[in-house]
């Protein structure tokens, strides 16, 4: 079974911090994504990657960062934390064409 | 840019009657749509997809329904029961574009009364 592991489930931080989001998958998939989930905006994609050291922006992706050094780890770096990036953060990856599967995502909250 | 639009935003059900949550996409290169639960504190699940070369697909009480003409389906769930209670989202993807991103709806929260 895929396992995607997100490092906190919840986090708070204060403004200005740069705040740091872990994800690891243990499936050896080459893609990976980061997600913020509003209430009735669903998921909206900030960043992805398809490969070590590749990124490519997605709908969402400015006052953020990301960094994939390893195939099984992708990192999302809130370089100054306001308070309008509070939310829930999600982390999926995927094989190819096969389905995303996600981890169970970290509520950040910024104060 | 890409969207998909999902509706109703909320639905309420009476046990064992059926449920339809509907999508429509805008990009027409999209040609696979995936549809996930999410249940209250937990990560989002794949429930059912279809790919653009069919028209439907089925699985158990749950039936998901493809119409690329008008850019348009839709998450069937026959015979609700309480367990079915949850947040659905669909998503479509352009699985030829090698990103194998997807564009998610807004969600809709499902909730089935005993």
Redesign the interface.
């Known amino acids: 079974d895929v396992k995607?592991t997100q490092s906190s489930r919840y986090l708070v931080k204060r403004t200005g911090e740069k705040v740091f989001l872990e994800c690891v998958q243990d499936m050896d998939h080459e893609?990976m994504?980061w997600?913020r989930q509003d209430p009735?905006?669903?998921?909206?994609?900030i960043y992805?990657s398809?490969d070590v050291k590749m990124k490519?922006k997605?709908?969402i992706p400015e006052g953020y960062s990301v960094s994939r050094e390893k195939k099984e780890r992708f990192s999302l770096i809130l370089e100054s934390a306001s308070t309008s990036q509070t939310s829930m953060y999600?982390c999926a990856s995927?094989l190819?064409?096969q389905?995303?599967?996600?981890?169970?995502?970290t509520r950040l909250s910024i104060l | 840019g890409e969207n998909v639009e999902q509706h109703p935003s909320t639905l309420s059900v009476q046990e064992g009657d059926s449920a339809v949550i509907k999508c429509t996409y805008s990009d027409s290169a999209s040609n696979y749509f995936p549809w996930y639960k999410q249940e209250l504190g937990k990560r989002p699940q794949l429930i059912i997809d279809i790919r653009s070369n069919v028209g439907e697909k089925k699985d158990q009480r749950i039936a998901v329904t493809l119409n690329k003409t008008a850019k348009h389906f839709s998450l069937h769930i026959t015979e609700t029961q309480p367990e079915d209670s949850a947040v659905y989202f669909c998503a479509a993807s352009n699985q030829n574009s090698g990103t194998y991103k997807y564009i998610f709806g807004t969600g809709t929260r499902l909730k089935v009364l005993a």
Request: aromatic share 20%; net charge negative; charged share 15%.
């Open positions: 995607v893609n994504f997600y009735g905006l669903g998921l909206r994609l992805f398809y490519e997605g709908d999600l995927s190819a064409a389905p995303q599967h996600f981890g169970d995502g």
